[in-house]
């Protein structure tokens, strides 16, 4: 049964989470839009909006109307600005909204040396894009809507996880004394929204961390990943070796360290998660890959 107060949903960027979050809510027999910056097949059977503000094409104020429900999963544009906020924030005071979700990450936290994040810890972001998006966080923050930003480490799950990568020869094993990553099965994020749709709205966190139990170093991962398919890892390098090779956004990623804590999502608000650990979430990826 959908919350009863959700009446209809419109998620900001139907990409690879906000697709699979609007397929779930609409299951449940609610009146459900994404935006796509060009209209695709992939998410066929849910209303698909035209949102690509680059290319001045925006949804019209009837599209928008009667929304109680928006999800937001658009990144920060190049300039930095919301994309939402930036080209439609004076139609949002109009609609009826009861809820607002905004995706954001865990990069807000910056670098911790490896040490436990949870919602209240300070927020240091150190890349360009985090500072970015803390500054969308708090542009959304400052409208006055029934808002909970919701931040995010790095999402997997069908079509995101080692095995294309290890299958086609691309897969490099990296070591690096120390690091780990935090992540989130995608089906995950899917449940704890729901989860906290289901909250009466003063029981919602303004601020919720959604992550998995276990942060661990990639090489970890990869060698897990390697052992279901039955494969070889590739020769293992030193982070320090091949820093230089990578890409400024894979570099970006190694230089922050820390544990994304969900115990607010588990502990208080009583979420249980489907995946607590890539060692049962690769398995559940796996077919479709
Ligand atoms: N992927 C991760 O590991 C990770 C980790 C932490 C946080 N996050 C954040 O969590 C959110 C969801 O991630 P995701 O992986 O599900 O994202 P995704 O699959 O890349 O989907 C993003 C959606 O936003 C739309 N979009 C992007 N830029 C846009 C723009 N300038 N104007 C209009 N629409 C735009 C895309 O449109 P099209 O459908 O037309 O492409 C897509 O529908 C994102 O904000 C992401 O930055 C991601």
């Given at each position: 049964m959908p919350p009863a107060d959700l009446e209809r949903l419109l998620v900001f960027g139907g990409g690879y989470t906000g697709g699979r979050f609007a397929a779930a809510v609409q299951a449940q027999g609610v009146a459900t839009a994404i935006t796509r910056r060009q209209p695709g097949s992939?998410?066929?059977?849910i209303r698909q909006l035209t949102f690509d503000p680059a290319a001045g094409l925006l949804p019209s104020v009837a599209e928008l109307a009667g929304t109680t429900h928006l999800l937001v999963t658009i990144p920060p544009d190049s300039d930095g600005q919301d994309p939402v906020l930036a080209h439609l924030g004076a139609h949002l005071g109009d609609l009826p909204l009861r809820w607002v979700g905004y995706l954001s990450t865990?990069?807000?936290?910056?670098?911790?040396?490896g040490a436990w994040v949870a919602e209240d810890s300070a927020t240091r972001p150190g890349l360009p894009r985090s500072r970015a998006r803390l500054a969308c966080e708090q542009a959304w923050r400052a409208r006055g809507l029934p808002l909970q930003v919701i931040r995010l480490p790095a999402i997997y799950g069908p079509g995101r996880t080692p095995f294309a990568s290890l299958l086609d020869g691309s897969a490099r094993l990296i070591h690096k004394p120390g690091q780990v990553f935090s992540r989130v099965h995608v089906d995950d994020i899917v449940g704890a929204l729901l989860h906290c749709l289901h909250l009466?709205?003063?029981?919602?966190?303004?601020t919720l961390i959604v992550a998995d139990e276990d942060p661990c170093p990639s090489s970890e991962t990869l060698g897990y990943a390697a052992h279901l398919l039955g494969c070889k890892l590739p020769e293992v390098q030193t982070f320090e070796r091949i820093a230089t090779s990578l890409s400024p956004m894979a570099r970006s990623f190694w230089s922050e360290n820390r544990r994304a804590s969900s115990l607010l999502l588990r502990?208080?608000?009583g979420y249980r998660l489907h995946f607590p650990s890539y060692r049962t979430g690769f398995p559940a990826s796996r077919p479709l890959n």
């Amino acid at each position: 049964m959908p919350p009863a107060d959700l009446e209809r949903l419109l998620v900001f960027g139907g990409g690879y989470t906000g697709g699979r979050f609007a397929a779930a809510v609409q299951a449940q027999g609610v009146a459900t839009a994404i935006t796509r910056r060009q209209p695709g097949s992939d998410t066929a059977p849910i209303r698909q909006l035209t949102f690509d503000p680059a290319a001045g094409l925006l949804p019209s104020v009837a599209e928008l109307a009667g929304t109680t429900h928006l999800l937001v999963t658009i990144p920060p544009d190049s300039d930095g600005q919301d994309p939402v906020l930036a080209h439609l924030g004076a139609h949002l005071g109009d609609l009826p909204l009861r809820w607002v979700g905004y995706l954001s990450t865990t990069g807000v936290f910056g670098d911790t040396g490896g040490a436990w994040v949870a919602e209240d810890s300070a927020t240091r972001p150190g890349l360009p894009r985090s500072r970015a998006r803390l500054a969308c966080e708090q542009a959304w923050r400052a409208r006055g809507l029934p808002l909970q930003v919701i931040r995010l480490p790095a999402i997997y799950g069908p079509g995101r996880t080692p095995f294309a990568s290890l299958l086609d020869g691309s897969a490099r094993l990296i070591h690096k004394p120390g690091q780990v990553f935090s992540r989130v099965h995608v089906d995950d994020i899917v449940g704890a929204l729901l989860h906290c749709l289901h909250l009466p709205a003063p029981e919602r966190p303004d601020t919720l961390i959604v992550a998995d139990e276990d942060p661990c170093p990639s090489s970890e991962t990869l060698g897990y990943a390697a052992h279901l398919l039955g494969c070889k890892l590739p020769e293992v390098q030193t982070f320090e070796r091949i820093a230089t090779s990578l890409s400024p956004m894979a570099r970006s990623f190694w230089s922050e360290n820390r544990r994304a804590s969900s115990l607010l999502l588990r502990q208080t608000l009583g979420y249980r998660l489907h995946f607590p650990s890539y060692r049962t979430g690769f398995p559940a990826s796996r077919p479709l890959n």
